[in-house]
């Protein structure tokens, strides 16, 4: 009762239910009236507002099927949808497909893959690193989940695995097989790198020869093909074998419309220009009717040419010859040359070749065959009897029959030849431990016309339907038996009926053989047999209404009709035998091998059969030739079903969307087709019959949780859900309880979500009520404090109001009185005035009368003076010019006489004779003559200049007197007029006064505006220099980041090189002990090498033997490898040392770089210069026309004021003159003005020119030397010389000079010093060497014995000379000494102990010890050095206690960090004081390859750590103690004088820093293997804040660890582990920048794992998991907080996550939330960002889903950012680590040897 209530609730008001519908199948829509038993009308409408009455057959009432709720659509699975039918299959899977762009889906078991006819990047090495070691269920569904379970079902139940892989051509079978084999070729590397590319390099060969395009595909695979990928027993791939199945042959030589033939045909005619295929004689594709018969050559967007390099490439990688592979195109064009044969008719039954184009002399040329037999034999076919052999003409159907027939044999061979090549070449000689089958197949076919192709591949899928079901309900039963839930039968189809219609005896196969083997079978005669035999008896056969020539199979997935017509002929599969025996003479070596099987019976193989016609075979018999193609497949067919179900199958189906190839676009009726096809909806049939909603229990409580009280809440979840489901739900056969798990029947899940939200809806508006009630009675508190407010301040306004009002009245009055006062006094004082000014201008009216009248007289008698004076003064002149002119004539006419006489008398030569007489005399006279003249006129002219001065004063007198009389005489006509021009002087002196001041306003507006422009300049300056500056910074920056990314690149490059070394070093050790294991070896021999390191170069390195059984093992191996060892160290070098050089290249491009940025910032600043040039040239102008307008102004000014000087002249005793005055000091003041603003502009001018100069020499500094050093210009000097710089500059040159010359002159004088001591000493050495010279002669002279007597006592002197000589330099350095020692100890006494001090400081400051104990180091000894002593027999002693047996943990509890590598340098440091190369360079090899034995031996995280810090501070002592000047200046003296003194061991130095890489990248692979399976559950999956997380019902791929359990991981567990790993770092002494790295490191791997996570599963997308997300990112930058960590990176390389989990967050609606988005993800792709949006999945009913309208507006608006297409994050990245130098300030003498060590062999010096 309680179950049909339920039911009937569903069908309510406001339910969605689904309708057929003839155009989209189904269609959805809204119940308007809640449905009541009985009713035969449904009242609905539909989406687009229509209204409809869906009528309801009254006698079986079958209610429309119910629509999921929104919050179930999209889901991973369809068997989590709560009503599991066809409308909702469909529905969800557009939904999916279409709107989340997601191509694939679970269905169970199954994979449905939906081709997007379009490129997507989910298949790159990140998605497959993503998916590799996933639980299926745990990542989005994908053709690698499925992958991957077959690899990880196969490993971990050591059982052989099958992928079926099916749909009809154009699904997308083939690119899903082809990814399925690229995973395990990924994922499964083997021992030989070259099989996993042989694997993936068969399929371009198999789709050249094998694939061709269709109207419906234009990669269509003809065949089918069943790959068996061979694992060994560390499941790596060692090789494969490759059946194919069903080769479509007809296409060989028949195309339809808009189709092509086989690739591999037109790959060979786009070739045919290439040298080597000229013999071929072949052409285009349009030439030969094989191939042009679809009349489409091209297919859009493929290249045959490309194509056909990549085939020959895949068949050079698959070990196919040259010749052979020019062998097969041999074929290959002989095929088509003989398609282009042609026949003619020869009579009626006869038929002959007409070989006028010499294609059939090609054909035989290229095959090798002879023409004659072959034209023959084309045109004959032999008949045999019991008697005799006939040759019988044939028609020339019949001809041209049999030459496409030959042609589709020739190609089925060749392909059967390919296909054993390619199994060949993949096959091994091991056997394979077990292998992953990928079945590639076409799927159920149904055309207009089929035919026995049809007919074989239905069959096919029939059989593989029958499988499927049985697998799909035995793993329903063991689900159910695994859970204990009571068994029922379940009734699904079963197609066994069918099948045995087809197979079974008596079947449609068997009636067909038995057809082909009648002398006078045909196709009527077949289809008569069928109807005969299973007409009305076999519920699958039918017999079409119109047709006598077809039958109809009821198939699981539709009826088929098929055609009779050539199911005969194609069963027999016939070729003319003389025809083979012919090719089978061929001189072709692989054409005659091509057709050995047929003469020799050979074992079977389980190669590729022949083709489409043939099933399942490669190499057989001729006389299996003879069977038909009916039985071929039919055994074929159950060879692999047996292979199937002796695996585990796993299966993807794909769907074919559309049948345009639109991206992205479903049509309905295909979808629908094909899903009843595939067994996908029988699928859902089976799961709906039984419990197909599963939920554990925790996932039930946890969803549910509202639906419960609190009483029921108990501890045991089971008992909780028991109880709660019992309340709600009370027909118990609607749900069954399990172990770990509650099962649902269809629809429960839909009924509990309606409760939940009915639940939910009221709780929301309980809570709006109270809220709104809470907001009412604010609201209404509010305005009542208001009204009291304001009615307080109204009465009190009112208040104020009178009171102003009375104090205005009284104002007012007060007023009033003063007021009227004022009024009658001003009115009489008005009065007044009046009168005073009418008497004033009466009496002043009657002056100016009388004025008037005496100026009138007075003007009349000046006019008639002056006019008399001018008439008597015209007549004088008149009389006097005439008389003048007269004199002028006579004189003129009497000089004309004089000369005309003077020329006659020069003509004659006795003239000039007489002049001469005398001359000389005459001369003298003259000169004389002259001089007296000139004295008499000299003392003439000081006799008139003293008459003139007399003159001159007389006549002042006279003007004086004469003055004063016109004055007096004057004085009063004078008076009368100055009044008046004194006006109109004064009006016109100040209508100029107004346009000077009219002219100083605009001047002053003029400098206004030329100061604001002259800020306005000094702004733009500065900003053009801001911003020219911050974008050289920025260029800057950017090429420094670029050059820095560069630099990380290299050392990225050059760690992936050590860890390649460091793989090949585990090789070759792994190789070493398997030979150590087969054969035993003898003692090693001491090795021989080259020693780079000693001052004296030996020749040899001796090996040291170590003690004990592992020791000896360890020395024996370091013995082995020692040469190994030593030549990886010399590569390594050079690596490096190209590296090195890399480097120094990389560092000159950079200068280069540097200088080219140097260069264009010179040329920017010179172009900014230009234009302040320019603008400061337009600047100038404009002072220039300012100035020129001041100059015109002071002109004008100053020619008024000369004009007022001059009236003002005229007038001194003028009335007006004060105001003149005031004119004068107003005309004084702007010009002031104007000179103050010339100023400024003179000021504004010199702060250009300065401004000028301060880049001038900006830019001669940034510049290049060259630049800097060009002479100046005088204009320069000039500028410089400005401010005294100049000056100041000579000046300091010239003490310099003097300087220099004092020093110069000092050198000189010690110089010369040095000489006459040498001089000296020269003499002293030559009188000695005299000396010696003369005794010796002496002695030459004397007798042996007293010779020797004489040079034992010289000697005996000289050396008593040099005694005394020697003790008196001892006594001076004695007091030397002692004198430094009283210094010394003052020193000491001042400045304290130093050795205290540096005991103090030896203490190590970064030691953890969390137990709070001390370290102390004792006080070191006197004579210590540093240095500890062994004996070479102890070298592996030594190593066998500080390296092999030394545990971690000991040390760095009891012991200071880095102790073994102190211990190790303090030893080295003894061999290199010794000079001991060999021990030098035995100890350091020892060591490195011991501490590598270690880590090979003990990866644990502690070991790997607790060596990094060894090896990192052995580096360090060897740069600190190298004596490099770089790593010693952080050295005490002490410290330094512990320096090595012998070796140069830079190149250890280097060895050992790849050896700290290689240390660091294992740390991080153990710590990745270790923090890898706790991210993604505690990050994404563990719900740390309760009552967030929401979760959605689940289907049968279950997530594994979807909630917390004993054994999941927490946000906790991880920073515990962090915890662990940050103090155990500490702890063994790690660098804290080395830290810092690593921290870093480790923080990237938990953002990728967990970002890569979130992309690829869609139920993390939700608002509710970006907020758990961002919590636990909070949590990880607390730990950074507390473990002041922040400056390290780590905190960076979170963005990406925190910006997705912002991203889950934010709003996502209108388009300001689009630019929000943009803006925010900077550190997500565009991929990731539309990745998440399509992803986000509301979780409750609440959330809304991302529109598509938004995720186009987010793609349009990122379309502009550059940046990789990547969807996932590269986990395994490891940033390149650096070692910086890290001096240790323990000093080497104050270390002991702890007794724990057992070191005593070892001796301190």
Same mark, same amino acid.
């Given at each position: 009762m309680q179950s049909a209530m339920a039911a009937l609730d569903l069908y309510s008001k406001c339910s969605r239910v689904w309708i057929p519908d003839t155009t989209e199948v189904w269609r959805s829509a809204d119940l308007t009236a809640d449905y009541s038993p009985g009713d035969t009308v449904l009242h609905l409408e539909l989406e687009d507002g229509t209204e409809l009455e869906y009528k309801l057959d009254p006698k079986n009432v079958v209610l429309p099927p119910l629509r999921n709720p929104d919050i179930l659509v999209g889901e991973n699975d369809l068997t989590a949808l709560s009503y599991l039918h066809e409308p909702a299959v469909l529905h969800n899977l557009r939904v999916r497909f279409t709107d989340s762009k997601l191509i694939y889906t679970y269905c169970g078991i199954i994979l449905v893959a939906i081709n997007p006819y379009e490129s997507l990047q989910i298949y790159g090495a990140d998605i497959i690193n993503a998916y590799s070691g996933q639980n299926m269920g745990d990542m989005d569904p994908h053709i690698f989940a499925v992958a991957e379970e077959a690899y990880k079902q196969m490993a971990r139940d050591e059982k052989n695995q099958s992928i079926i892989v099916s749909g009809e051509s154009g699904a997308g079978k083939t690119v899903s097989a082809k990814y399925a084999m690229r995973y395990f070729a990924t994922v499964s590397s083997s021992a030989e790198a070259s099989v996993e590319e042989k694997v993936l390099a068969s399929s371009p060969i198999m789709e050249a020869i094998g694939n061709a395009k269709t109207t419906r595909n234009d990669n269509s695979s003809r065949f089918g093909k069943y790959i068996e990928i061979g694992f060994d027993r560390k499941h790596h791939i060692i090789g494969a074998n490759m059946r194919t199945y069903l080769l479509e042959k007809s296409r060989v030589v028949f195309q339809a419309s808009e189709e092509r033939n086989y690739h591999i045909f037109y790959q060979l005619c786009v070739c045919a220009h290439?040298?080597?295929?000229?013999?071929?004689?072949?052409?285009?594709?349009?030439?030969?009717?094989?191939?042009?018969?679809?009349?489409?050559?091209?297919?859009?967007?493929?290249?045959?040419?490309?194509?056909?390099?990549?085939?020959?490439?895949?068949?050079?990688?698959?070990?196919?010859?040259?010749?052979?592979?020019?062998?097969?195109?041999?074929?290959?064009?002989?095929?088509?040359?003989?398609?282009?044969?042609?026949?003619?008719?020869?009579?009626?039954?006869?038929?002959?070749?007409?070989?006028?184009?010499?294609?059939?002399?090609?054909?035989?040329?290229?095959?090798?065959?002879?023409?004659?037999?072959?034209?023959?034999?084309?045109?004959?076919?032999?008949?045999?009897?019991?008697?005799?052999?006939?040759?019988?003409?044939?028609?020339?159907?019949?001809?041209?029959?049999?030459?496409?027939?030959?042609?589709?044999?020739?190609?089925?061979?060749?392909?059967?030849?390919?296909?054993?090549?390619?199994?060949?070449?993949?096959?091994?000689?091991?056997?394979?431990?077990?292998?992953?089958?990928?079945?590639?197949?076409?799927?159920?076919?149904?055309?207009?016309?089929?035919?026995?192709?049809?007919?074989?591949?239905?069959?096919?899928?029939?059989?593989?339907?029958?499988?499927?079901?049985?697998?799909?309900?035995?793993?329903?039963?063991?689900?159910?038996?695994?859970?204990?839930?009571?068994?029922?039968?379940?009734?699904?189809?079963?197609?066994?009926?069918?099948?045995?219609?087809?197979?079974?005896?008596?079947?449609?196969?068997?009636?067909?053989?038995?057809?082909?083997?009648?002398?006078?079978?045909?196709?009527?005669?077949?289809?008569?047999?069928?109807?005969?035999?299973?007409?009305?008896?076999?519920?699958?056969?039918?017999?079409?209404?119109?047709?006598?020539?077809?039958?109809?199979?009821?198939?699981?997935?539709?009826?088929?009709?098929?055609?009779?017509?050539?199911?005969?002929?194609?069963?027999?599969?016939?070729?003319?035998?003389?025809?083979?025996?012919?090719?089978?003479?061929?001189?072709?070596?692989?054409?005659?091998?091509?057709?050995?099987?047929?003469?020799?019976?050979?074992?079977?193989?389980?190669?590729?059969?022949?083709?489409?016609?043939?099933?399942?075979?490669?190499?057989?018999?001729?006389?299996?030739?003879?069977?038909?193609?009916?039985?071929?497949?039919?055994?074929?067919?159950?060879?692999?079903?047996?292979?199937?179900?002796?695996?585990?199958?796993?299966?993807?189906?794909?769907?074919?969307?559309?049948?345009?190839?639109?991206?992205?676009?479903?049509?309905?009726?295909?979808?629908?087709?094909?899903?009843?096809?595939?067994?996908?909806?029988?699928?859902?049939?089976?799961?709906?019959?039984?419990?197909?909603?599963?939920?554990?229990?925790?996932?039930?409580?946890?969803?549910?949780?509202?639906?419960?009280?609190?009483?029921?809440?108990?501890?045991?979840?089971?008992?909780?859900?028991?109880?709660?489901?019992?309340?709600?739900?009370?027909?118990?056969?609607?749900?069954?309880?399990?172990?770990?798990?509650?099962?649902?029947?269809?629809?429960?899940?839909?009924?509990?979500?309606?409760?939940?939200?009915?639940?939910?809806?009221?709780?929301?508006?309980?809570?709006?009520?109270?809220?709104?009630?809470?907001?009412?009675?604010?609201?209404?508190?509010?305005?009542?404090?208001?009204?009291?407010?304001?009615?307080?301040?109204?009465?009190?306004?009112?208040?104020?109001?009178?009171?102003?009002?009375?104090?205005?009245?009284?104002?007012?009055?007060?007023?009033?009185?003063?007021?009227?006062?004022?009024?009658?006094?001003?009115?009489?004082?008005?009065?007044?005035?009046?009168?005073?000014?009418?008497?004033?201008?009466?009496?002043?009216y009657a002056a100016r009368l009388e004025y008037k009248q005496l100026v009138c007289e007075r003007k009349a008698l000046l006019i008639q003076r002056w006019v008399r004076g001018f008439l008597a003064r015209w007549r004088f002149r008149r009389i006097k010019r005439a008389v003048v002119y007269l004199q002028c004539c006579v004189r003129r006419m009497l000089a004309r006489r004089e000369l005309k006489k003077l020329k006659i008398e020069a003509r004659s030569v006795e003239h000039y004779k007489k002049l001469n007489v005398g001359m000389e005399n005459k001369i003298m006279q003259l000169q004389r003559k002259l001089d007296e003249q000139h004295k008499e006129n000299r003392e003439l002219s000081e006799r008139i200049s003293e008459v003139e001065t007399h003159n001159a004063a007389e006549l002042e007198k006279l003007n004086l007197q004469l003055k004063t009389l016109q004055g007096s005489e004057e004085e009063a006509r004078q008076r009368t007029d100055q009044v008046t021009s004194l006006q109109e002087e004064l009006e016109l002196v100040r209508q100029e006064l107004e346009r000077n001041k009219e002219m100083v306003a605009e001047l002053n507006e003029r400098n206004t505006l030329l100061k604001s422009e002259k800020d306005e300049m000094n702004r733009l300056i500065q900003e053009q220099e801001k911003q020219i500056i911050e974008k050289l910074e920025s260029t800057h920056q950017a090429f420094t980041e670029h050059l820095q990314a560069q630099l990380n690149e290299e050392h990225f490059r050059y760690q992936n090189l050590l860890t390649e070394h460091l793989k090949l070093e585990e090789h070759y050790a792994d190789l070493k002990s398997e030979k150590e294991a087969a054969e035993e070896f003898s003692k090693p021999a001491h090795n021989r090498a080259d020693s780079g390191y000693s001052s004296s170069q030996s020749e040899s390195i001796h090996s040291s033997e170590l003690t004990g059984s592992e020791v000896s093992s360890l020395g024996r191996q370091d013995a082995g490898q020692m040469a190994a060892d030593v030549s990886l160290l010399l590569k390594l070098q050079r690596r490096v040392s190209e590296l090195e050089k890399e480097k120094m290249d990389l560092q000159s491009e950079m200068d280069t770089k540097e200088e080219q940025l140097q260069q264009e910032r010179t040329k920017e600043l010179e172009e900014c210069q230009r234009v302040l040039v320019a603008e400061r040239d337009y600047e100038a102008l404009k002072r220039q026309e300012l100035e020129s307008d001041n100059k015109k102004l002071k002109k004008d000014l100053q020619e008024l004021r000369q004009s007022l000087s001059k009236g003002a002249g005229s007038k001194v005793t003028s009335p007006g003159g004060q105001a003149y005055n005031v004119l004068l000091e107003q005309l004084n003041s702007t010009n002031e003005e104007l000179d103050v603003r010339k100023e400024e502009v003179l000021i504004l001018r010199s702060q250009l020119v300065s401004q000028k100069v301060f880049k001038h020499k900006e830019t001669a500094t940034e510049g290049d030397s060259n630049d800097s050093s060009r002479s100046p210009t005088f204009h320069d000097?000039?500028?410089?010389?400005?401010?005294?710089?100049?000056?100041?500059?000579?000046?300091?040159?010239?003490?310099?000079?003097?300087?220099?010359?004092?020093?110069?002159?000092?050198?000189?004088?010690?110089?010369?010093?040095?000489?006459?001591?040498?001089?000296?000493?020269?003499?002293?050495?030559?009188?000695?060497?005299?000396?010696?010279?003369?005794?010796?002669?002496?002695?030459?002279?004397?007798?042996?014995?007293?010779?020797?007597?004489?040079?034992?006592?010289?000697?005996?002197?000289?050396?008593?000379?040099?005694?005394?000589?020697?003790?008196?330099?001892?006594?001076?350095?004695?007091?030397?000494?002692? !004198? &430094?020692? #009283?210094? @010394?100890? +003052?020193?000491? *006494?001042?400045? /304290?102990?130093?050795?205290?001090?540096?005991?103090?400081?030896?203490?190590?400051?970064?030691?953890?010890?969390?137990?709070?104990?001390?370290?102390?180091?004792?006080?070191?000894?006197?004579?210590?050095?540093?240095?500890?002593?062994?004996?070479?027999?102890?070298?592996? !002693? &030594?190593? #066998?206690? @500080?390296? +092999?047996?030394? *545990?971690?943990? /000991?040390?760095?509890?009891?012991?200071?960090?880095?102790?073994?590598?102190?211990?190790?340098?303090?030893?080295?440091?003894?061999?290199?004081?010794?000079?001991?190369?060999?021990?030098?360079?035995?100890?350091?090899?020892?060591?490195?390859?011991?501490?590598?034995?270690?880590?090979?031996? #003990?990866?644990?995280?502690?070991?790997?750590?607790?060596?990094?810090?060894?090896?990192?501070?052995?580096?360090?002592?060897?740069?600190?103690?190298?004596?490099?000047?770089?790593?010693?200046?952080?050295?005490?003296?002490?410290?330094?004088?512990?320096?090595?003194?012998?070796?140069?061991?830079?190149?250890?130095?280097?060895?050992?820093?790849?050896?700290?890489?290689?240390?660091?990248?294992?740390?991080?692979?153990?710590?990745?293997?270790?923090?890898?399976?706790?991210?993604?559950?505690?990050?994404?999956?563990?719900?740390?804040?309760?009552?967030?997380?929401?979760?959605?019902?689940?289907?049968?791929?279950?997530?594994?660890?979807?909630?917390?359990?004993?054994?999941?991981?927490?946000?906790?567990?991880?920073?515990?582990?962090?915890?662990?790993?940050?103090?155990?770092?500490?702890?063994?002494?790690?660098?804290?920048?080395?830290?810092?790295?690593?921290?870093?490191?480790?923080?990237?791997v938990i953002c990728s794992v967990t970002l890569n996570n979130l992309l690829l599963?869609?139920?993390?997308?939700?608002?509710?998991?970006?907020?758990?997300?961002?919590?636990?990112?909070?949590?990880?930058?607390?730990?950074?907080?507390?473990?002041?960590?922040?400056?390290?990176?780590?905190?960076?390389?979170?963005?990406?996550?925190?910006?997705?989990?912002?991203?889950?967050?934010?709003?996502?609606?209108?388009?300001?939330d689009a630019d929000a988005i943009c803006t925010m993800c900077t550190a997500l792709t565009n991929e990731q960002i539309v990745k998440i949006l399509s992803l986000y999945t509301p979780v409750n009913e609440f959330e809304e889903r991302v529109s598509i309208s938004f995720i186009k507006s987010i793609q349009t608006l990122l379309k502009d950012r550059k940046e990789s297409s990547q969807l996932l994050m590269d986990a395994k990245i490891i940033f390149p680590v650096t070692f910086p130098f890290s001096p240790s300030t323990v000093a080497l003498e104050t270390i002991q040897l702890p007794s724990s060590l057992n070191l005593s062999f070892l001796t301190r010096v």
């Open positions: 290439l040298p080597e295929f000229e013999h071929l004689k072949l052409g285009s594709a349009d030439d030969f009717p094989y191939t042009n018969q679809g009349r489409s050559p091209l297919i859009e967007g493929v290249n045959d040419l490309r194509e056909m390099q990549a085939t020959r490439k895949a068949f050079s990688l698959l070990g196919i010859t040259e010749t052979h592979q020019m062998g097969l195109f041999q074929i290959l064009s002989a095929i088509l040359h003989l398609g282009n044969v042609e026949v003619k008719e020869r009579g009626s039954s006869s038929c002959a070749i007409s070989d006028e184009n010499g294609h059939l002399a090609v054909f035989c040329d290229l095959t090798e065959v002879s023409y004659e037999s072959m034209a023959h034999w084309l045109c004959h076919k032999k008949l045999k009897t019991a008697t005799e052999t006939l040759n019988k003409p044939v028609t020339r159907m019949e001809a041209v029959n049999g030459r496409d027939a030959l042609s589709k044999h020739i190609y089925a061979k060749l392909f059967s030849w390919i296909v054993g090549q390619v199994n060949k070449a993949l096959s091994t000689s091991s056997k394979p431990h077990s292998f992953i089958g990928v079945l590639d197949i076409y799927g159920f076919e149904t055309f207009e016309v089929n035919s026995f192709e049809q007919f074989c591949i239905n069959y096919a899928n029939e059989k593989l339907q029958q499988q499927f079901n049985m697998h799909v309900f035995k793993l329903e039963q063991e689900e159910y038996m695994k859970e204990q839930i009571p068994w029922t039968l379940i009734d699904f189809y079963d197609n066994q009926p069918c099948i045995n219609l087809i197979e079974a005896k008596m079947g449609l196969l068997d009636l067909l053989d038995e057809e082909c083997t009648m002398p006078k079978g045909s196709d009527d005669s077949w289809a008569q047999k069928l109807y005969n035999t299973h007409l009305k008896k076999s519920a699958h056969f039918e017999k079409p209404r119109m047709s006598n020539k077809a039958f109809i199979i009821q198939h699981f997935a539709d009826k088929v009709e098929y055609q009779c017509d050539g199911f005969l002929e194609k069963n027999k599969d016939t070729v003319n035998e003389e025809q083979i025996n012919v090719l089978k003479a061929s001189k072709f070596t692989l054409l005659a091998e091509l057709f050995q099987d047929e003469e020799t019976p050979t074992a079977p193989s389980t190669t590729a059969p022949s083709g489409r016609a043939k099933f399942g075979r490669t190499t057989q018999s001729f006389r299996e030739h003879k069977k038909s193609v009916g039985l071929q497949f039919r055994n074929s067919l159950h060879l692999l079903m047996d292979t199937l179900n002796a695996t585990t199958p796993h299966y993807v189906r794909c769907i074919k969307p559309n049948d345009l190839k639109a991206p992205f676009m479903m049509d309905p009726h295909r979808a629908v087709q094909q899903l009843r096809a595939c067994g996908v909806l029988e699928t859902i049939r089976i799961s709906a019959a039984g419990f197909p909603s599963r939920w554990t229990y925790q996932e039930f409580f946890s969803r549910y949780r509202v639906l419960m009280k609190q009483k029921d809440i108990l501890s045991d979840r089971k008992l909780t859900c028991q109880s709660v489901l019992e309340r709600l739900v009370q027909d118990k056969d609607k749900y069954q309880f399990g172990k770990s798990k509650i099962f649902f029947r269809a629809g429960q899940v839909a009924y509990l979500e309606k409760l939940r939200a009915d639940k939910l809806r009221k709780a929301c508006i309980h809570i709006q009520k109270t809220i709104r009630c809470w907001v009412a009675r604010k609201k209404y508190l509010r305005i009542r404090q208001a009204a009291i407010t304001i009615q307080r301040y109204v009465r009190g306004h009112q208040a104020r109001c009178l009171c102003h009002t009375l104090r205005r009245t009284r104002a007012a009055v007060i007023f009033q009185k003063n007021i009227r006062m004022w009024a009658t006094r001003r009115q009489y004082q008005r009065q007044k005035a009046a009168a005073i000014l009418i008497q004033r201008l009466l009496r002043g000097l000039h500028e410089l010389n400005e401010d005294g710089e100049l000056w100041m500059a000579y000046e300091s040159l010239k003490e310099t000079n003097r300087l220099l010359v004092s020093q110069l002159q000092t050198q000189g004088q010690s110089h010369e010093k040095e000489v006459e001591g040498m001089k000296a000493e020269l003499q002293q050495l030559r009188a000695e060497l005299d000396q010696q010279q003369q005794m010796f002669s002496d002695s030459l002279e004397l007798p042996q014995d007293a010779r020797i007597q004489a040079s034992l006592q010289h000697e005996i002197s000289r050396l008593t000379q040099q005694n005394l000589d020697l003790l008196e330099q001892m006594g001076k350095q004695d007091k030397m000494i002692r !004198k &430094l020692k #009283k210094h @010394l100890k +003052i020193y000491v *006494k001042k400045f /304290g102990e130093p050795e205290g001090v540096h005991i103090e400081q030896s203490t190590p400051e970064n030691m953890i010890d969390e137990s709070g104990r001390t370290v102390s180091i004792a006080r070191k000894e006197r004579d210590f050095q540093g240095m500890l002593e062994y004996r070479r027999e102890d070298e592996s !002693k &030594l190593l #066998k206690i @500080l390296i +092999i047996e030394l *545990k971690p943990r /000991g040390v760095a509890v009891n012991l200071i960090p880095g102790l073994p590598a102190y211990i190790l340098f303090m030893c080295l440091r003894h061999a290199d004081y010794a000079n001991d190369d060999q021990r030098v360079s035995t100890l350091l090899n020892s060591s490195i390859n011991a501490i590598k034995n270690v880590l090979k031996k #003990k990866g644990d995280f502690e070991t790997i750590s607790f060596w990094l810090a060894n090896t990192c501070r052995f580096l360090h002592c060897l740069r600190q103690y190298s004596g490099e000047e770089a790593y010693t200046k952080h050295n005490t003296p002490r410290q330094n004088k512990h320096c090595l003194t012998n070796f140069d061991l830079s190149e250890y130095r280097q060895v050992l820093s790849d050896l700290a890489i290689q240390i660091y990248q294992q740390l991080i692979r153990v710590i990745e293997n270790i923090l890898h399976p706790m991210i993604a559950p505690a990050m994404l999956e563990q719900e740390t804040i309760q009552g967030v997380m929401g979760v959605k019902p689940t289907g049968m791929r279950k997530r594994t660890t979807s909630f917390p359990e004993e054994t999941s991981y927490t946000l906790e567990s991880i920073l515990k582990q962090l915890d662990g790993f940050y103090y155990t770092l500490l702890q063994h002494g790690n660098d804290t920048e080395l830290v810092r790295q690593f921290i870093k490191q480790q923080f990237y599963r869609k139920d993390m997308c939700s608002w509710s998991k970006g907020l758990q997300i961002r919590y636990n990112v909070c949590q990880l930058e607390e730990w950074l907080l507390d473990k002041e960590l922040q400056g390290s990176g780590a905190r960076e390389s979170l963005e990406p996550l925190i910006q997705a989990a912002q991203l889950l967050q934010i709003k996502k609606k209108s388009q300001d």
